[in-house]
């Protein structure tokens, strides 16, 4: 990412947060009627201690000079969360990732692999900083789809979900699956702010599907969302599940996603079942 793609990214995450909060959620009054949502920039301003026209200036994308505090404030005022706060660091400071890092592929260990063959009735994957799926275990083949026969290029979770009709069609809540995902995807995209090719990556996915635009510019951010996801499986019908991400300790940046049952559902059962038909 160069320097003013960083700061576009910068100047368009500030805007939507801000554009997020009513003014009775700092503690402003409501006022008259507003020709834009969420605060203005002078309230940012005020509460975070800054002048108006500086902040404009770094909303505006401008390559300002801005100390952790300030930042630390902004954070406060636009009510970020952890992964948030990080984001909006790492693009305000133009952090970059190593070339090592950006070159490094990925690698899974015996006992990743292990892994997902022990969680034999827990669809499981494991994904690549860029989303690219690396591994998956049977379950996940048999809930979501045969992952060895879609082409190695287009074998990524984000690419996936936005242009497979067939995993629309299984996801009840796509929305929330889809935003998800994109909140995993962005804090990666702040992280490694020196490689060109998530910028690349957004151009492309704009173009294949309208769609991710509009999510896109929610600006979320998590490191390992929790999501509930709801899916009508041709086979097994309804099946519920939670989404546990964990990130796997070391330098390739892996990261292990687990659909495990809902609690009170039939869904184990249905997984079981499931497995065994193919056994």
């Not at 390739?252 to 687990?258: A, I």
């Amino acid at each position: 990412m160069n320097n003013d793609v960083r700061l576009l990214a910068l100047s368009e995450f500030l805007k939507t947060h801000r554009a997020k909060l009513k003014p009775n959620e700092v503690g402003l009054p409501a006022g008259g009627r507003r020709r834009t949502p969420g605060l203005r920039r002078e309230e940012v301003a005020q509460l975070s201690g800054v002048s108006t026209t500086w902040y404009t200036w770094l909303e505006q994308g401008r390559d300002i000079s801005v100390s952790p505090q300030v930042l630390d404030q902004i954070a406060h005022t636009l009510q970020l969360n952890e992964d948030e706060r990080k984001y909006l660091f790492m693009l305000a400071h133009g952090q970059t990732a190593s070339s090592a890092a950006a070159e490094s592929p990925p690698v899974m260990s015996a006992a990743t692999n292990l892994i997902l063959s022990e969680f034999r009735h827990f669809p499981t994957m494991v994904s690549d900083r860029r989303c690219n799926i690396v591994g998956w275990n049977e379950a996940a083949a048999r809930v979501f789809m045969d992952f060895s026969l879609v082409p190695t290029d287009e074998r990524n979770i984000i690419w996936i979900l936005f242009t497979r009709k067939e995993f629309k069609a299984l996801a009840v809540n796509w929305s929330d699956f889809v935003r998800g995902f994109l909140a995993i995807f962005r804090s990666y995209y702040g992280q490694y702010v020196g490689d060109p090719w998530y910028n690349e990556f957004i151009v492309k996915m704009g173009k294949a599907n309208p769609e991710f635009r509009n999510f896109w510019n929610h600006n979320d951010v998590s490191s390992a969302p929790e999501v509930f996801i709801e899916f009508r499986h041709a086979k097994a019908g309804k099946m519920l599940f939670d989404l546990t991400s964990l990130l796997i300790q070391g330098h390739n940046d892996l990261r292990l996603s687990v659909y495990t049952p809902s609690a009170g559902s039939d869904t184990e059962e249905k997984m079981r079942q499931l497995m065994r038909k193919h056994d």
